[in-house]
């Protein structure tokens, strides 16, 4: 089964940057769309970004204006850039792709840190 991977997490001072990055163990095809996902302690896990294949995009509104997401290739299927970082973007972020024929895989996560 393909896994995803996501890289590019860490320690950031508020007002910093990251970008996120998720890798596929087997390159894939048919996908429909990508996304991000983050769960924060005690939180609900809350859709961050989405991307489809046509390129329609749709972001939660406390990140509008600040993250973007983008589409990569079949290794790289999707990346996450995340400027002015706020405490309040601590969390646990995971990638999604969403497969055609097949459904959903989801990354294991990688931890974002912000500090004030």
């Known amino acids: 089964q393909v896994q995803l991977v996501e890289s590019g997490g860490g320690l950031v001072q508020a007002g910093g940057s990251l970008r996120l990055s998720c890798t596929a163990s087997?390159?894939?095809?048919?996908?429909?769309?990508v996304g991000w996902y983050r769960q924060a302690p005690g939180k609900q896990r809350e859709l961050v970004a989405a991307?489809?294949?046509?390129?329609?995009?749709n972001y939660a509104d406390s990140v509008k204006g600040r993250f973007t997401i983008s589409r990569g290739n079949a290794k790289n299927p999707v990346y996450l850039q995340m400027n002015s970082l706020t405490p309040e973007d601590t969390a646990v972020y995971s990638c999604?792709?969403?497969?055609?024929?097949?459904?959903?895989?989801w990354g294991q996560g990688t931890q974002v840190t912000v500090s004030s």
């Open positions: 991307i489809t294949s046509g390129g329609s995009t």
């Open positions: 999604t792709v969403d497969i055609t024929t097949w459904g959903r895989l």
């Open positions: 087997t390159s894939i095809f048919g996908i429909k769309s």
